[in-house]
């Protein structure tokens, strides 16, 4: 066996996926999410709101914002010819200060990683990188007075890019290192092992199991295992055993309708916000001005009150 793979499924046995104790948000805190285009296609984010709001959040009046963005790095790296030389990778830190200051969180998850070795081989450089991305941020958060929330990088699916297959070790060495923080009381949710986990353990029955097409981005059951060591952190831990987001859901009493609303309201918030809080990623859609995007927040927040009514669920 590889010695990534040793290293990881010792992660897995000294450091479990599974927060012992619930640490969901307070009543109107405000949560962040930032993370690269995984982050930004959001389903994860909407598996997780969708469930939080359905269940113990429900009636808390937290507010759940999703400004990740697509090519982002936080180790400030960029490979030759990104995007077919139009523009570089994005840096986080270039707007992490805005972002900060105009939505004022309580509280950051954030998702890195992916894109910060860019799919090349194992390097000291390219890894010390990505670490002093990670205290920059660590700092960046904790001084604006706000917590954070690690969400280790995703599976790299190297069957769907055998010409760098070496890029699952790479992430699973980021994501060691990032698991061993705790020791230092960072707060860090184990999406890799999670991940890793999971796929392989379905490719014992189906050898060719993937949720990754182009090796990167998750399909729907990708998401939802990104999802599910959440919902644990957030202390839904029966409910993150579920097989998808439509199982958890129906364990709370809601169903599909329910999560289109929820999507719906994140993609305007998301929208709207990387507009006014600027960035330098040609391609990403213009949101609405905020006052007009809180109004359309409003409009689909009452049919998620109708939509609860009809459950027989208070909304309150």
């Given amino acids: 066996m590889r010695l990534w793979k040793w290293m990881l499924l010792g992660l897995l046995g000294v450091f479990p996926g599974w927060a012992e104790e619930s640490k969901l948000p307070a009543k109107g805190e405000r949560v962040l999410f930032l993370g690269d285009s995984i982050t ?3 389903d994860y984010v ?8 359905a269940g113990p959040c429900r009636g808390l009046g937290i507010t759940w914002l999703n400004l990740g963005l697509s ?5 400030g790296l960029s490979e030759e010819g990104h995007a077919g030389g139009s523009f570089p990778r994005p840096d986080l830190h270039e707007r992490l200060g805005r972002v900060l200051e105009k939505t004022e969180p309580d509280r950051v998850f954030a998702c890195y990683g992916m894109n910060c070795g860019i799919q090349q081989p194992w390097s000291e450089e390219r890894f010390s990188k990505y670490r002093d991305g990670m205290h920059r941020l ?7 007075g706000a917590e954070i929330v690690f969400l280790t990088p995703p599976y790299f699916d190297g069957t769907k890019a055998p010409d760098k297959a070496y890029y699952t070790e790479v992430l699973a060495r980021y994501a060691a290192w990032l698991v061993e923080q705790r020791r230092e009381g960072w707060e860090v ?4 092992g999670a991940m890793t986990e999971a796929i392989l353990k379905r490719r014992e029955t189906e050898p060719g199991f993937s949720v990754q097409s182009d090796a990167v981005h998750p399909n729907a059951a990708g998401h939802w295992m990104m999802a599910a060591p959440v919902i644990a952190y957030l202390g839904g831990k029966e409910v993150a055993a579920a097989g998808s987001i439509d199982a958890a859901l129906a364990a709370v009493g809601m169903g599909t309708a329910w999560r289109e609303l929820c999507k719906q309201r994140m993609v305007l918030q998301r ?9 330098q990623r040609p391609g990403v859609p213009v949101g609405l001005p905020l006052v007009e995007m809180e109004a359309k927040v409003a409009a689909i927040e009452g049919r998620m009150r109708a939509l609860m009514a009809e459950s027989g669920q208070s909304g309150d």
């Fill in 271 to 279: 929208d709207a916000w990387l507009t006014a809080t600027g960035h």
């Fill in 71 to 75: 090519s982002e790095t936080v180790s």
């Fill in 40 to 42: 930004w296609a959001g």
């Fill in 46 to 53: 909407t598996d997780v709101i969708s469930w939080a709001e």
């Fill in 138 to 144: 660590k700092r960046a958060v904790e001084e604006s």
């Fill in 189 to 192: 949710i184990d999406v890799n």
